[in-house]
T-cell receptor
Framework: GNSVTQMEGPVTLSEEAFLTINCTYTATGYPSLFWYVQYPGEGLQLLLKATKADDKGSNKGFEATYRKETTSFHLEKGSVQVSDSAVYFCALILSGGYNKLIFGAGTRLAVHP | DVKVTQSSRYLVKRTGEKVFLECVQDMDHENMFWYRQDPGLGLRLIYFSYDVKMKEKGDIPEGYSVSREKKERFSLILESASTNQTSMYLC????????????FGSGTRLTVV
């Protein structure tokens, strides 16, 4: 079946450290891929997306590249801030029909000063 | 920007009460969704709707029903609230072409006592 696997958290970093959150997927077909972020007490916000292989999504200093050969969509940021502390969700959706977003379990990031 | 508005941020209800959670979106999206989010269980889809008066069961529909009488409004109904329905409830909407992803509301934290 279709699924998303994220690295387990929490991920704890110091401010200005480099961030990588791994995400791999299994899908029948060619999915679009997303990263959502959830700040404490809030709903989910779309952070970035990529709709085809080799696309790079980017927003707010975060980047992720759609790697079809490794079925991955890892989230990276060169220098994290305390305000980046949140839960990050990787997700996929397949085209056609009434397909729905399939989410990973989420990875909590805590950034300390 | 698309806005998805959930009527309450926090609700406290008694066991056995009938509870209505309201969600309104303002960008003419065809699809709407209700999720619940619980620690360790991630996001679970309760119901979704792809058109007015249409509804489909998600992964955990038991104990819930939905109503979509107008395109912009999608209501989640707890027929007889129970303590195991204490959770964060998230509403989302999307275009018919879901490859662009979902827009989420801020969530309603429901406590059933």
């Amino acid at each position: 079946g279709n699924s998303v696997t994220q690295m387990e958290g929490p991920v704890t970093l110091s401010e200005e450290a480099f961030l990588t959150i791994n995400c791999t997927y299994t899908a029948t077909g060619y999915p679009s891929l997303f990263w959502y972020v959830q700040y404490p007490g809030e709903g989910l916000q779309l952070l970035l997306k990529a709709t085809k292989a080799d696309d790079k999504g980017s927003n707010k200093g975060f980047e992720a590249t759609y790697r079809k050969e490794t079925t991955s969509f890892h989230l990276e940021k060169g220098s994290v801030q305390v305000s980046d502390s949140a839960v990050y969700f990787c997700a996929l959706i397949l085209s056609g029909g009434y397909n729905k977003l399939i989410f990973g379990a989420g990875t909590r990031l805590a950034v300390h000063p | 920007d698309v806005k998805v508005t959930q009527s309450s941020r926090y609700l406290v209800k008694r066991t056995g009460e009938k509870v209505f959670l309201e969600c309104v979106q303002d960008m003419d999206h065809e699809n709407m969704f209700w999720y619940r989010q619980d620690p360790g269980l991630g996001l679970r889809l309760i119901y979704f709707s792809y058109d007015v008066k249409m509804k489909e069961k998600g992964d955990i529909p038991e104990g819930y029903s939905v109503s979509r009488e107008k395109k912009e409004r999608f209501s989640l109904i707890l027929e007889s609230a129970s303590t195991n329905q204490t959770s964060m409830y998230l509403c989302a909407s999307s275009l018919e072409r879901v490859l662009y992803g979902y827009t989420f509301g801020s969530g309603t934290r429901l406590t059933v006592v």
